[in-house]
């Protein structure tokens, strides 16, 4: 057993105290329990244009749900905000930076698709904001229903997994905020000089999957059309690949190119093909081992043991999507061959 001198004791018990004083600096209460973790506020350079990025992986208590990003941007006339984040309490905490930053209102939030790490968030600014309007992509009516009393049962069976799996940020008194405006293909706005460009891209992740386009500042919000850095999630009924990948494909060839883009998740970029490329690869890969093993009649344990994920296996949120990503691809292409 080691025995400290007084200076080394000393040093720990202000180790101790630091620790603990950061972990107090950063535990901020909010109408919807505190939120512990770090919530920095990211500028984009030379631009009004602000963001939060979320912890990689899967919503859990261990992030408190904050696994997704999220931004705004200041005009003369108000904020435009993208994505609200995936619990009341981080919505909160978005508005509290957004506070931080000007005193102008939301003049609106622009949703990129209806997922609950994107969308819960909305309470927060419905309940401590004014209730601004929610514009989102018209397929996003389908998982919004209308009311918090009428959900369609995947979002209503999602709230009620993530009351379990994040309570106390999402309770009973969590609900869903359908929007109050959507579009069809796309739709151009201008607020306070500054001109938003939104263009549906899906389905492709999601049926309502949409990005939003600041030409003014050479910024992209791509939503969960781009991954960056974790294992894109693939696994729903609602995903459709093709027009995925014809979705980045679009985003390759935007013209001029975006001088920086901040994805659904992950670190932000300065060069769009280079953060299109891991998601198009990944795509791909999965689906050409899923085609040949179904093509060779190989039963699908054998075929996932099979393949060489190094590539990817090391990646967040690996663990959690990748072997459902795969079968999902490998029942689609099964049911393919029977047509």
């Known amino acids: 057993m080691s025995i400290c001198t007084k200076w080394q004791l000393a040093s720990l018990l202000c180790v101790i105290v630091t620790a603990t004083a950061a972990t107090a600096v950063e535990r901020t209460s909010t109408p919807y329990g505190p939120v512990s973790l770090r919530f920095t506020l990211h500028q984009v350079t030379g631009t009004p244009v602000y963001y939060v990025i979320g912890r990689s992986g899967v919503p859990s208590a261990d992030n408190e749900g904050h696994t997704s990003n999220a931004g705004f941007v200041v005009t003369d006339d108000g904020v435009v905000v993208f994505d609200a984040l995936g619990t009341p309490a981080l919505g909160y905490r978005l508005l509290q930076r957004i506070r931080e930053v000007t005193d102008q209102p939301i003049e609106r939030i622009v949703i990129s698709h209806y997922h609950a790490d994107h969308i819960y968030g909305l309470q927060a600014f419905e309940e401590h904001a004014g209730d601004p309007p929610v514009w989102a992509q018209r397929a996003t009516l389908g998982y919004a229903g209308g009311t918090a009393a009428s959900q369609g049962e995947d979002a209503q069976r999602r709230l009620e997994q993530r009351r379990e799996a994040l309570f106390p940020w999402v309770s009973e008194n969590t609900h869903i905020v359908a929007p109050d405006h959507t579009f069809d293909t796309e739709t151009t706005f201008e607020v306070g000089g500054v001109t938003f460009e939104l263009k549906h891209l899906g389905p492709a992740h999601a049926p309502g999957d949409s990005i ?28 459709d690949i093709d027009r995925w990948l014809q979705g980045l494909d679009y985003l390759s060839g935007l013209q001029p190119q975006p001088r920086f883009v901040i994805p659904g998740h992950g670190a932000p970029s300065e060069d769009v093909r280079k953060a299109v490329t891991m998601n198009r690869d990944y795509i791909n890969y999965v689906r050409s081992a899923m085609r040949k093993a179904v093509a060779d009649f190989v039963p699908f344990d054998e075929a996932y043991a099979a393949v060489d994920w190094s590539a990817y296996k090391d990646m967040p949120a690996f663990d959690g999507s990748n072997r459902g990503n795969a079968y999902r691809i490998y029942l689609e292409t099964e049911a393919e061959s029977f047509q």
């Open 212 to 239: 939003m386009l600041v030409r003014d500042y050479g910024v992209l919000f791509s939503g969960d059309v781009i991954y960056k850095g974790r294992v894109p999630f693939l696994d729903s009924p609602e995903t």
